[in-house]
């Protein structure tokens, strides 16, 4: 990429009178493969390049991005960016102030050791086809379904404060999915591998041997009994299942742009704005939301407004202690910013997004959890959310769950959903494990239009109480 | 021709002629410009103003059995050749069991109403004006107003396939989609209101009645009342009923059906609504939000009728999927991509595939006047807003939706207070075979992207009490 591309834009909106410009300039290359039944429904390679400029003029955010990489396009996409911020500044009561931080230059890349375009096209749908056949592992799997991506972004990140980062990403991500029926019943597995890296974690991981799991798993499922709705039952979350609960009532609830009320037309806003500081769980309950860990698909050095990430404590035992900011958010709550801003590419202006956000461990094994559990119900991986507009009531639903008795897994349990408040279910956590996973989420949604990003949510074993939604 | 229109043209014929020269038997090229003006209001005031222009290609090739798709970004000759480069690629890798080609050329059906100059052109001054009445309005209705949120996204597209067959559909259309959600307080009380639509026409776009609008629902909104856990007859309002015509539209895609939302896969011919249910899709209807010409594979497009008196009477297709199924297209090829880190912009995508999807879609309107659906009620609910309606078991139809604001009691006909935020816990098959009136006009209503024309419905779901 031709970084000069990107500093002569902001050279043109720093001349036209911004008070703030930064740049994107990105090379994307997406491919996409899907598999089900033995045909391939998807097989596509994209690519795409241009730049996003983001300007602040009179106190007002404008934006523009453009595919058109001549001189004549970006002048034309400054001007633009500089007339809209100029619009909007007509209705801007407060103007936009930003945090001040370090203008860095610095260039960096994911590890990768075996790079997405290494592999031929033909060889990775080979071996995906493959995976989707070992899914059927008997004539009960009605359907098999594998879902693949892989991503590399090249990214040059300008501004007129003088920051210069360049960032090489590459990120990967795979759904192995099946379907099985017996009788009226059908029931599905689903389970999910990707990092940021390259192909090596397909060659990592016995993919077969995962695939045929899957399949066996989903083939038990259709064995096992219906839940019965139960009010405030003792339950274990997995942290597979944990990851989605973190996802969506810590790390939505922390983006500081939805505290503010910045997201009340569709997304919503948060219960817990205004309570920094205050007790709004047990001492077992802690979350982060860190963008450093390497190998995870929230991995980042800087955020898209060149801020140099860290590891962020947004609940630390029960006390709600901050949020994720932009440069903007921070100013006005004024503390430091911490990387939260981000776009899913140059076409988009940057919004606050998690990381990596998950779960903080304790001290328990897994055994010891359930052991000294004497009535309960372990609940395992995600399935769908559906979660009110202030992050407060949450319904989620699960795989499957074994019911607990005297420290024992005894029934196998399917169609499962747990519900609950936030402030409630964070009140009863009682005990949490050591070992913690971060698992990939690859379509966490915001904005408008939408952006649905990449991000990694996780934490150890968890239990607490929550009334669980049988669906017969 | 516009000057767009002339590059698109340009770029298509050059990618034809390198495809032809490669070799390949067939090729298509679906060439786009698309504008994005989007104007963001947070706290009662314009956030930002941001812009899109998006030009680009996705072309797909087949060569002997073998089928490929790819799509880059700009027009140059460099990105170009490198795109035919990556098509030959995944063509490899495509294996099809079966002889597939691309669609023929035939007679293109004209449609009104859906590109407007004014629009178009809207300057970006203009647009924030615009999208700053919708809080002005809402603020003036009421001094309980305290806060507005909301978008104006305002589109202009111009879309073009060509194939090796001779086909050669152009397409150019403008839409906008706006929102705006208000927030009452009075003492301790907090409310919310909120108004969605979609149009082809600046005219359409009525601002001010639309703050007016949320202000009203966010005010009633401020003395309401704990909901009983219960099933109830429930009234559908437009923006509810455009969530089940959105879930009905993933499931009648034999595609999406395939891969997400099985619900109907053995349904074809069988009962799934009641007999007051029939789904159409109409992209010849002038003004419709989703209408055009022709469809993203240059098939025309045709009124269908999808779902008739609550019979699954066909899926709907594209030439692929139609092959696989052993069905002609129904001029349903939509252009998105499932990639992840591929944006998804309104208007028109070159970097997906086809897929099969209703372009236009509705319930076709019954015989009641809205207010006799109410009036015809003894006791029930009138549900005005969905909020973040999931499929908890697609494979069932088990689905949730969060009553966010604008939850009334229904007695005796007359709508007699306001509820508190709750939840509806159901499934959708039940929901649809209970369908018992639906009403005589369609107007646009939706969500964050998503809108079509609806009807109000009524029909009986659970609904529970949330803290």
């Known amino acids: 990429m031709d970084e000069d591309l990107a500093s002569f834009a902001v050279e043109r909106a720093s001349k036209l009178g911004t008070d703030y410009v930064d740049c994107r300039l990105e090379d994307h290359y997406n491919e996409l493969i899907i598999v089900t039944d033995g045909k391939v429904q998807r097989g596509i390679i994209n690519r795409k390049h241009g730049i996003g400029i983001r300007t602040l003029v009179d106190g007002a955010w404008g934006f523009q991005s453009t595919t058109d990489l001549t001189k004549k396009g970006l002048n034309q996409a400054v001007k633009l960016a500089f007339k809209m911020a100029k619009a909007s500044s007509k209705h801007v009561p407060e103007p936009v102030k930003l945090a001040s931080t370090e203008a860095q230059k610095t260039s960096y890349k994911t590890e990768v050791k075996i790079d997405l375009e290494n592999i031929a096209f033909e060889d990775k749908l080979k071996q995906i086809t493959n995976w989707e056949k070992r899914l059927h592992t008997s004539k009960k799997i009605i359907r098999g379904l594998v879902e693949y991506a892989g991503l590399k972004i090249d990214k040059i990140f300008v501004n007129n404060e003088g920051a210069n980062i360049h960032f090489s990403n590459s990120l990967t991500w795979l759904s192995l999915k099946a379907d099985s029926k017996k009788g009226s019943t059908t029931q599905s597995c689903e389970k999910v591998i990707g990092h940021s890296g390259g192909y090596e974690i397909y060659k990592k991981n016995d993919m077969e041997k995962t695939a045929l799991d899957v399949g066996n798993k989903a083939e038990t499922l259709s064995n096992a009994k219906a839940a019965k709705t139960m009010k405030d039952a003792t339950v274990i979350l997995d942290n597979n299942y944990a990851a989605l609960l973190v996802h969506e009532i810590i790390g939505h609830p922390s983006e500081a742009d939805r505290v503010l009320g910045r997201e009340a037309a569709w997304a919503g806003t948060t219960w817990w704005a205004g309570k920094t500081g205050e007790k709004i769980g047990s001492d077992y309950l802690t979350a982060y939301d860190d963008p450093t860990i390497k190998g995870t698909l929230g991995y980042y050095r800087y955020d898209d407004e060149g801020v140099k990430a860290e590891k962020k404590i947004l609940i630390e035992n029960g006390v709600l202690k901050g949020h994720m900011h932009s440069r903007e958010t921070a100013a006005i709550f004024n503390v430091n910013p911490n990387a939260g801003m981000r776009a899913i590419t140059f076409e988009y202006i940057p919004l606050i997004r998690m990381s990596n956000t998950f779960f903080g461990k304790g001290n328990w094994k897994k055994e010891e959890l359930i052991e000294e559990t004497k009535r309960g119900y372990l609940v395992s991986c995600m399935r769908h959310p559906s979660i009110d507009d202030k992050r407060h009531n949450w319904t989620i639903s699960a795989q499957e769950a074994y019911e607990i008795k005297n420290g024992e897994l005894t029934s196998h349990l399917r169609d499962i959903a747990l519900t609950s408040t936030a402030p409630k279910f964070f009140q009863s956590i009682n005990a949490v494990t050591k070992t913690i996973d971060i698992l990939p989420l690859p379509g966490c949604g915001k904005g408008d239009p939408m952006q649905a990003l990449y991000v990694g949510n996780g934490g150890p074993y968890i239990r607490g109480a929550a009334t669980i939604l049988g669906v017969n | ?467």
């Not at chain 2, 009445?133 to 589109?155: F, Q, T």
């Not at chain 2, 001010?208 to 609008?213: A, D, P, Q, R, S």
């Not at chain 2, 209807?285 to 022709?294: I, L, R």
């Not at chain 2, 006799?372 to 999931?390: A, C, N, P, S, V």
């Open chain 2, 1 to 467: 021709m516009s000057s767009i229109m002339a590059d698109l043209k340009e770029a298509g014929k050059t990618i034809l002629k390198i495809a032809e020269k490669k070799g390949h038997d067939e090729a298509e090229a679906y060439l786009v410009s698309n504008k994005v003006l989007t104007i963001r209001l947070v706290n009662n005031a314009v956030f930002e103003s941001k812009g899109v222009h998006d030009i680009g290609v996705g072309l797909r090739i087949i060569r002997g059995n073998m089928l490929g798709f790819s799509s880059t970004a700009g027009l140059t000759r460099k990105s170009l050749n490198k795109l035919v480069d990556a098509v030959a690629s995944t063509a490899k890798a495509r294996k099809l069991p079966f002889k597939y080609s691309f669609p023929k050329p035939r007679k293109i059906p004209k449609v009104t109403g859906i590109y407007d100059r004014k629009l178009d052109e809207l300057p970006s001054e203009k647009a924030v004006e615009l999208a700053y009445n919708m809080i002005e309005s809402s603020i003036a209705h009421n001094k309980k107003i305290m806060d507005n949120a909301g978008v104006l996204n305002i589109v202009s597209y111009e879309s073009l396939v060509l194939n090796s067959h001779g086909v050669s559909a152009e397409n150019k259309g403008t839409f906008f989609e706006a929102s705006l959600s208000a927030t009452a307080k009075q003492g301790k009380n907090v409310s919310e209101g909120s108004e969605a639509t979609a149009g082809r026409n600046l005219e359409e776009l009525k601002s001010k009645n639309m703050g007016k609008k949320a202000a009203e629902m966010a005010v009633t909104g401020l003395k309401s009342q704990k909901l009983k856990e219960d099933t109830y007859d429930v009234i559908f309002d437009y923006q509810p009923t455009q969530g089940v015509i959105s879930y009905l539209s993933y499931m009648v895609s034999p595609m999406i059906a395939k891969l997400y939302f099985p619900l109907f896969l053995d349904k074809i011919n069988k009962k799934v609504a009641s007999s007051q249910l029939t789904m159409i899709d109409d992209p010849l209807m002038a003004k419709g939000v989703g209408s055009a010409p022709v469809d993203d594979e240059g098939t025309p497009s045709e009124k269908q009728i999808i779902i008739n008196e609550g019979i699954l009477k066909k899926f709907v297709y594209d030439s692929f999927y139609g092959t696989i199924d052993k069905k002609k297209t129904t001029g349903n090829a939509i252009r998105e991509s499932f990639a992840v880190g591929v944006s998804s912009f309104p208007g028109k995508n070159y970097n997906g595939e086809p897929i099969p999807f209703p372009r236009n879609p509705y319930i076709k309107p019954g015989k009641w006047k809205r207010n006799e659906i109410l009036e015809d009620t003894k006791k029930g609910l009138l549900i005005r807003r969905f909020h973040y309606t999931r499929m908890t078991n697609p494979t069932r139809g088990d689905f949730t939706s969060v009553l966010r604001m604008g939850l009334y009691t229904v007695k005796n006909g007359e709508v007699t207070c306001t509820l508190k935020k709750s939840r509806l816990l159901d499934n959708l098959l039940n929901v649809l075979k209970n369908v018992n009136a639906v009403s005589d006009k369609l107007i646009v209503a939706g969500s964050w992207g998503d809108y079509t024309h609806t009807p109000v419905i009524r029909t009986k779901a659970h609904i529970t009490p949330i803290d």
